[in-house]
C-alpha cells in the first residue's frame, strides 16, 4: 500500500518534538520560499538554526516571526539568546524584561534574566555557545494529563496571592541602569551652560537647559527612552553650550530598543510633524493602512495612512522605509513601531516592526 506523503509541517512538528535539528533543517531550508510567511515554519527552521549555532540563520528567522506575530513567546527567547551571542546583552536583558512585564510567570525568561544579570561579564558569554545553551529555546516537555489538570487548579488557587510578589519582583529585576548618574556637569557647565556660537532652533535660558538636562536624565532613569530623547534633542537644537550638547549625547546612547510592549510616552503624528527634528530617532507607534507598497532586495517602502485604521479619520500620510522584506496586504490596517528620521522636507520612518489589526 502506498504510503500518502506527510505535510511537511507535520513532519517538521516531529522532527522538532525529537530534536533533530539538522534533519529539521534540512527539511525546511528548501522550503522557505513556500512557508515564509508561516510563524511556525520561522519558529522551528530558527529554533534549529540556534541549536546548531548558525546564529546568523537563527537572527533572520526569529526577526521574520517578530514582523509577523511580534508576541509570538518561542521567537523572543530565540531572539534573546542570539543577542546574547552576538555580544549584545544589554538588549536581550531589555526582551526578557519585556516577555516578565507581558507574562511574569514565564519561568525561563525569568532564569534567563537572572542568569545573564549575574554574569560577572556578560560580554564573555558571547563566545561561550556550551554554556548558554540553557537559554535556547526547546520542545515542551509533555505533561500527563492529571498533572496538567492539577498544576491548572493551583494556579487559580495560589495565582491571587502570588501576584503581587511576582511583580514586586519584576520591578527589581530591571537593571540599574549604571553610568547615567556618573554623567554630570562640571561646575564651569553650571555656570555656563548655554552660548551664542552656532545655529540653533530653540533659544533655553540658563535655567532651562541644566532642568532639560536633568530631566534628560531622570527620565532615561525611569525607562522613558522616547521622552528622555525628545529631551535631549531639545538640547541639541539650542543654543546650549557644546560642552552640555556632548554630555546630552553621552545620555542618548543608553537609548534601548523599542517595542510594543515598553514604550510608555507615545507621541502623535501631529505632536512630530509639528517639529520633526525635535522627535529624530525617536521611537513611536501609530495605526494605520499601508499604500503604495514596495518590495525589493534592500526591504520594503510603503507609504502609512496615519489613522485611518479604521477608515474614518486620517491624521496624516507617512513614508515608511523597512530594512527587510514584508508582506503587507493592501487594505488590512496595521500597526507600524518605527523610529522618526527627519529630512529636510519633513521626516520618515524606519520601521522596526509591524503587525496586524
Avoid at 500500500?1 to 539538522?22: C, D, F, Q, S, T
Avoid at 534533519?23 to 512557508?35: D, K, N, Q, R, S
Avoid at 530653540?202 to 522613558?224: G, P, Q
Avoid at 507617512?318 to 530594512?323: G, K, P, Q, Y
Wanted: hydrophobic share 45%; aromatic share 8%.
Amino acid at each position: 500500500m502506498k504510503r500518502v506523503a506527510r505535510n511537511p509541517i507535520e513532519e517538521a512538528e516531529g522532527l522538532y518534538a525529537r530534536r533533530n535539528w539538522p534533519g529539521l533543517i534540512a527539511l525546511l531550508e528548501p522550503l522557505t520560499p513556500v512557508y515564509r510567511d508561516n510563524v511556525r515554519f520561522s519558529v522551528m527552521l530558527g529554533t534549529a538554526y540556534l541549536h546548531q549555532e548558525d546564529i546568523g540563520g537563527a537572527y533572520s528567522s526569529f526577526r521574520r516571526v517578530q514582523s509577523l506575530d511580534f508576541k509570538n513567546r518561542t521567537a523572543l527567547i530565540g531572539l534573546a539568546a542570539v543577542l546574547v551571542r552576538r555580544g549584545e546583552s544589554d538588549k536581550a536583558v531589555q526582551l526578557y524584561i519585556e516577555m516578565l512585564e507581558r507574562n511574569p510567570s514565564d519561568r525561563a525568561a525569568r532564569r534567563a534574566l537572572n542568569f545573564v544579570r549575574h554574569c560577572p561579564d556578560p560580554t564573555a558569554l558571547a563566545g561561550n555557545g556550551r554554556k548558554l545553551r540553557s537559554l535556547y529555546p526547546l520542545p515542551p516537555t509533555r505533561i500527563l494529563p492529571y498533572a496538567l489538570i492539577l498544576l491548572v487548579v493551583s494556579i487559580a488557587i495560589l495565582g491571587w496571592r502570588v501576584a503581587p510578589v511576582v511583580l514586586d519582583l519584576l520591578e527589581d529585576a530591571r537593571p540599574a541602569r549604571t553610568g547615567i548618574a556618573e554623567i554630570v556637569l562640571s561646575q564651569s557647565e553650571q555656570e555656563g551652560p548655554v552660548g551664542s556660537e552656532g545655529g540653533f532652533e530653540i533659544v533655553l535660558t540658563e535655567k532651562d537647559a541644566l532642568s532639560t538636562f536633568e530631566s534628560a536624565k531622570k527620565l532615561f532613569n525611569d525607562y522613558r527612552d522616547e521622552a528622555a530623547l525628545v529631551e535631549v534633542n531639545r538640547l541639541l537644537l539650542s543654543n546650549a553650550s557644546r560642552q552640555v550638547k556632548t554630555k546630552a549625547e553621552a545620555l542618548a546612547r543608553y537609548t534601548r530598543e523599542p517595542s510594543f510592549v515598553s514604550m510608555p510616552d507615545r507621541f502623535t503624528f501631529a505632536d512630530v510633524n509639528a517639529f520633526p527634528r525635535l522627535f529624530n530617532g525617536v521611537a513611536v507607534i501609530w495605526k494605520g493602512l499601508p499604500a503604495n507598497i514596495e518590495n525589493s532586495e534592500s526591504g520594503t517602502n510603503f507609504d502609512l495612512l496615519v489613522g485611518y485604521h479604521d477608515k474614518r479619520k486620517l491624521d496624516g500620510i507617512v513614508s515608511v522605509r523597512a530594512l527587510f522584506e514584508l508582506r503587507l496586504p493592501p487594505d488590512r490596517p496595521v500597526e507600524v513601531l518605527a523610529r522618526v528620521m527627519a529630512t529636510s522636507g519633513g521626516f520618515i520612518l524606519e520601521c522596526v516592526a509591524v503587525h496586524e489589526l
